[in-house]
């Protein structure tokens, strides 16, 4: 891949194309050997993509086909391909209807965006004014694509990806399945695999997206065995599963869906974190009814101050003031100490946790809304309510069972 | 810049070292050109460090330095240059000494982490058991660094840095101000700094941060007119500045703290947004007393649904009930539409907005939240109430002035 742009050298904004497209070719067994970022120079692109040309097969150009001046990558591909450019009249045409489309006249600088090097084939891009094209040089098959992220991943998608399935058939296809742990470290997940024989073509992957370690199953397209493996590795997850291809918010979505329960959530260490989360899928926040955040408790008496006790009193007041059947609670202790409570109709639980590793406030908040959530995912699918979780350790918890009255 | 490891190259995680080393490189006045991607391979590395050494007069290599036996960028080193690795006694010290500080003994493993190529010099790691090193390859002076982000950072800012600086002293050193804007495009910006005459050596650069443009103002160090530039342009950006040298939130936080005013917040449509994004600042949440998340308005009735009523009945609850001086608050209204109010003693504030781009949910959310604590800002700074913000346009808006009795 060629990244262009000094927005993306200079730092001022991250890659984010870059690292989409890393693990999309990855993922489709076209993996990346190397990947170079140049300024907007035309020299320097120029150089580069005769540099890029000599060592691989294929590159994946991103970047420089706007209408400004600083927008130089179609210019460098002419030069090192030692060809001029040329005005390719079906993109012209289709760039002013798009204008006329929408009432307005193309302006004159649009008309670069339809010059390509001579030679070059056209991609189309259906949602965006800059076209792409592929062309050779010195053998390598180049692809030229928008900057755009949506446009770029859609030229991707659409376009690039079959023509290299095309071009390359034999190129080792590949599925994967995406399971999220949370609260298991990778080298525990990594023993808890050895037992598990993959057949030939199968490997595994992990990705940290702290707090969860996502693992990825990767197996050869439609193999028959895709649906044996993936749930013997669940298996070996065991309840530390929090999603099969899905996020833990989305299976908590999906979980308070089907239950029809809904949520009201008290706040004091997490101040609004579980809140925001949930609000940010749409099950989810249809099951919320209340959130609170408080600076002090002020649902607890300090004098008899049992942080256990108080958190639970929390959840409770949250489920019972709201009208609804979980209430969720997260109170502060002392020193990196975090009380957190759930309460139901059913009972309540709740839990002192400590972190054993250097988190920062914003991560700690992080992990104890999940560990939050997680409690709740216990709950509702009946699992071990008072686990072991790596990078929190827990020093109390305590089960208060439903009073069933006679 | 030459980045190597797999989980960089296929997009596993994101390389926030080549964002970070990009942005301090051009803010000292060594700007990169280029930056290389490679994996974990042997003699890819040697060959991209060849490659590399080739056209850079000075090359960063990142990561590869691990005791881990797919840490290869020293043994690359050694191959491109033609000379064998050789123990640095110095360093091997230093890290049985270390081990020995914790109780444990130096795992063999780690041994590897003092062999460094011949004629290579040195460079301390005060924070961890990588130590980088630099040497010399056809006439290019290259550096190398761990990959863990602290250490890279800080091996970076203490040791390479002052090198570089003493090998290129005529190198422009330069000062960034940092201004930070809300509700304003970069070309409104642009066309406002028109008039600002900028003195040889004076620059200006944007940064996009959405909700936010960061307006950043290079100079030649110590110069005499710094103050006098960065003054001109705050007064251009006016009253969109949120920050001067610090973030809207950073402002917002010593604005509470001097006033010693206090915060409730009642979020419908935000949804636990603005509260958890306080939470993020000692100050804020220091004042932040209370914040309600409600799925719907309990404050109001529904007959008389007057949305900008109802938000300002929504922040004076919140105020009134948590017993404070500043009530906030967002609700919904319709079709992309938000309503958002400020209730003080002084009297309410309510503006109804939407949104003329295409933001997600999620970015609405922040948009809505930023301009609730825009508003906060503008009352107590005693600007503009009903300002015109880019990307949301205002459809109504109503001031209710505090009723004085007689």
Redo the contacts between chains.
């Keep these: 891949m060629l990244s262009t742009g000094e927005e993306v050298?200079?730092?001022?904004?991250?890659?984010?194309n870059?690292?989409?497209?890393?693990?999309?070719?990855?993922e489709e067994g076209f993996?990346?050997?190397?990947?170079?970022?140049?300024?907007d120079a035309l020299d320097?692109i120029a150089i580069?993509l005769v540099?890029c040309s000599q060592v691989s097969d294929v590159v994946i150009v991103n970047g420089g086909l706007g209408p400004t001046t600083d927008d130089l990558t179609t210019e460098a591909m002419a030069m090192a391909m030692d060809v001029d450019v040329e005005l390719n009249s079906y993109w012209l045409t289709a760039l002013k209807e798009r204008f006329e489309k929408n009432g307005r006249t193309m302006p004159k600088s649009n008309i670069k965006q339809a010059m390509l090097p001579e030679g070059a084939e056209l991609i189309d891009n259906p949602v965006g004014s800059a076209c792409g094209f592929s062309a050779e040089l010195n053998g390598c098959l180049m692809f030229f694509t928008p900057g755009v992220p949506s446009e770029f991943k859609q030229m991707f998608e659409d376009e690039i990806l079959p023509r290299l399935q095309a071009r390359y058939p034999n190129t080792a296809k590949r599925e994967i399945q995406r399971l999220y742990s949370f609260g298991v470290g990778e080298s525990t997940l990594n023993d808890r695999f050895e037992a598990i024989d993959l057949p030939e073509g199968f490997e595994l992957?992990y990705?940290?997206a702290l707090p969860f370690i996502e693992v990825k199953v990767f197996s050869p397209r439609q193999h028959s065995e895709i649906s044996l493996i993936t749930e013997a590795i669940k298996h070996a997850i065991g309840d530390n599963l929090v999603g099969d291809g899905k996020s833990l918010l989305e299976t908590m979505g999906d979980l308070l869906r089907e239950s029809s329960l809904r949520l009201a959530?008290a706040e004091k260490f997490t101040?609004?974190?579980?809140?925001?989360?949930?609000?940010?899928n749409a099950d989810t926040?249809?099951a919320?009814?209340?959130?609170?955040?408080?600076?002090e408790s002020s649902l607890v008496t300090e004098n008899d101050y049992n942080p256990l006790a108080a958190v639970l009193a929390m959840a409770t007041a949250a489920r019972e003031n709201a009208g609804v059947e979980i209430g969720l609670a997260s109170g502060n202790v002392e020193a990196g100490r975090v009380a957190l409570g759930l309460s139901t109709a059913m009972g309540d639980w709740g839990i002192i946790v400590k972190t054993g590793r250097k988190l920062t406030n914003?991560d700690y908040?992080c992990y104890a809304s999940t560990m939050m959530l997680d409690m709740l995912r216990r709950y509702l699918t009946g699992k071990e309510m008072f686990p072991e979780i790596s990078a929190l350790a827990t020093l109390e918890s305590l089960h208060i069972p439903v009073e069933i009255e006679q």
Aim: hydrophobic share 35%.
């Design positions: 050298l200079h730092g001022d904004i991250t890659d984010t870059a690292a989409w497209l890393s693990r999309r070719c990855f993996a990346l050997n190397r990947r170079v970022t140049t300024g320097d580069e540099r992957g990705r940290s959530v101040g609004g974190y579980l809140t925001n989360w949930l609000n940010e926040q249809n919320l009814t209340q959130g609170w955040v408080l600076s914003e908040r």
